[in-house]
Protein backbone atom coordinates (compact mmCIF):
# COMPACT_ATOMS: atom_id res chain seq x y z
CA UNK A 1 0.00 0.00 0.00
CA UNK A 2 0.98 3.40 -0.96
CA UNK A 3 1.36 5.65 1.80
CA UNK A 4 1.53 9.70 2.25
CA UNK A 5 2.35 10.72 6.20
CA UNK A 6 2.45 14.51 6.60
CA UNK A 7 4.14 15.71 9.82
CA UNK A 8 5.60 19.22 11.14
CA UNK A 9 2.31 21.04 11.96
CA UNK A 10 1.59 22.76 15.66
CA UNK A 11 0.47 25.69 17.39
CA UNK A 12 2.56 28.59 16.49
CA UNK A 13 1.94 32.69 16.80
CA UNK A 14 1.38 34.79 14.34
CA UNK A 15 4.51 36.13 12.44
CA UNK A 16 5.74 32.61 12.77
CA UNK A 17 7.04 30.13 11.15
CA UNK A 18 6.77 26.08 10.88
CA UNK A 19 8.30 23.85 8.56
CA UNK A 20 5.61 20.89 7.36
CA UNK A 21 6.93 17.46 5.68
CA UNK A 22 5.14 14.34 3.62
CA UNK A 23 6.76 10.99 3.13
CA UNK A 24 5.88 8.97 0.52
CA UNK A 25 6.40 5.24 1.14
CA UNK A 26 4.98 1.79 -0.25
CA UNK A 27 5.45 -0.17 -3.55
CA UNK A 28 5.93 2.97 -6.25
CA UNK A 29 7.60 3.15 -9.30
CA UNK A 30 7.71 7.08 -9.43
CA UNK A 31 6.08 10.30 -8.51
CA UNK A 32 5.07 13.02 -10.57
CA UNK A 33 3.62 16.58 -8.89
CA UNK A 34 3.77 16.66 -5.79
CA UNK A 35 1.65 19.54 -3.46
CA UNK A 36 0.14 20.68 -0.29
CA UNK A 37 -3.95 21.37 -0.10
CA UNK A 38 -5.36 22.77 3.43
CA UNK A 39 -8.99 22.89 4.63
CA UNK A 40 -9.88 25.51 6.97
CA UNK A 41 -12.38 24.77 10.00
CA UNK A 42 -15.89 24.60 8.74
CA UNK A 43 -14.57 24.36 5.10
CA UNK A 44 -15.84 21.89 3.54
CA UNK A 45 -13.47 22.19 0.35
CA UNK A 46 -9.86 21.76 0.44
CA UNK A 47 -7.97 24.44 -1.62
CA UNK A 48 -4.64 24.38 -3.37
CA UNK A 49 -1.49 25.76 -1.16
CA UNK A 50 1.53 24.67 -3.83
CA UNK A 51 2.32 22.51 -6.13
CA UNK A 52 5.69 21.05 -7.27
CA UNK A 53 6.21 19.28 -10.34
CA UNK A 54 8.91 16.49 -10.48
CA UNK A 55 11.67 18.85 -11.98
CA UNK A 56 10.95 21.34 -9.58
CA UNK A 57 8.39 23.55 -11.26
CA UNK A 58 6.30 25.41 -8.25
CA UNK A 59 3.29 26.77 -8.08
CA UNK A 60 1.16 28.92 -5.41
CA UNK A 61 -1.74 30.18 -4.06
CA UNK A 62 -1.92 33.85 -4.29
CA UNK A 63 -2.84 33.90 -0.40
CA UNK A 64 0.67 32.37 0.07
CA UNK A 65 3.29 34.00 -2.39
CA UNK A 66 6.50 35.27 -0.73
CA UNK A 67 5.37 33.59 2.59
CA UNK A 68 5.63 29.80 1.83
CA UNK A 69 8.18 27.82 -0.35
CA UNK A 70 7.45 24.57 -1.57
CA UNK A 71 10.78 22.13 -2.02
CA UNK A 72 10.98 18.45 -2.52
CA UNK A 73 13.95 15.58 -2.43
CA UNK A 74 13.25 12.92 -4.83
CA UNK A 75 15.24 10.62 -4.00
CA UNK A 76 13.60 10.66 -0.22
CA UNK A 77 10.20 10.91 -2.17
CA UNK A 78 9.54 13.87 0.30
CA UNK A 79 8.03 16.79 0.01
CA UNK A 80 8.47 19.94 2.36
CA UNK A 81 6.35 23.07 2.74
CA UNK A 82 8.18 26.10 4.79
CA UNK A 83 5.92 28.39 5.95
CA UNK A 84 7.03 31.85 7.38
CA UNK A 85 5.06 35.10 8.53
CA UNK A 86 2.01 32.90 9.43
CA UNK A 87 -1.32 34.21 9.62
CA UNK A 88 -4.88 33.46 11.65
CA UNK A 89 -6.22 32.64 8.66
CA UNK A 90 -3.62 30.09 7.58
CA UNK A 91 -4.99 27.78 10.24
CA UNK A 92 -6.52 24.78 8.94
CA UNK A 93 -5.55 21.00 8.47
CA UNK A 94 -2.84 20.85 5.76
CA UNK A 95 -2.88 17.50 3.51
CA UNK A 96 0.21 16.61 1.26
CA UNK A 97 -0.79 14.77 -2.42
CA UNK A 98 1.30 12.67 -4.98
CA UNK A 99 1.04 11.46 -8.07
CA UNK A 100 2.00 8.01 -7.68
CA UNK A 101 3.36 5.07 -10.67
CA UNK A 102 2.43 1.80 -8.89
CA UNK A 103 3.16 -0.31 -12.02
CA UNK A 104 6.56 -0.78 -13.64
CA UNK A 105 4.65 -1.92 -16.70
CA UNK A 106 2.33 1.04 -16.48
CA UNK A 107 2.74 4.80 -16.84
CA UNK A 108 -0.14 5.59 -15.19
CA UNK A 109 -0.48 7.97 -12.02
CA UNK A 110 -3.00 7.44 -9.36
CA UNK A 111 -2.94 11.30 -7.17
CA UNK A 112 -2.82 9.76 -3.38
CA UNK A 113 -3.02 11.84 -0.34
CA UNK A 114 -1.68 12.22 3.28
CA UNK A 115 -4.36 12.24 6.46
CA UNK A 116 -3.12 15.57 7.50
CA UNK A 117 -1.59 17.69 10.21
CA UNK A 118 -2.91 20.26 11.22
CA UNK A 119 -1.60 23.64 11.74
CA UNK A 120 -3.16 26.76 14.07
CA UNK A 121 -2.04 30.40 14.07
CA UNK A 122 -2.89 32.56 16.46
CA UNK A 123 -3.15 36.05 16.58
Known amino acids: QVQLVESGGGLVQAGGSLRLSCVVS????????MGWFRQAPGNQNRELVA????????DYADSVKGRFSISRDNAKSTVYLQMASLKPEDTATYYCNAGVRRSRTSNIYVTKWGRGTQVTVSS
Open 51 to 58: TSSRDGYA
Open 26 to 33: GSIFGISS
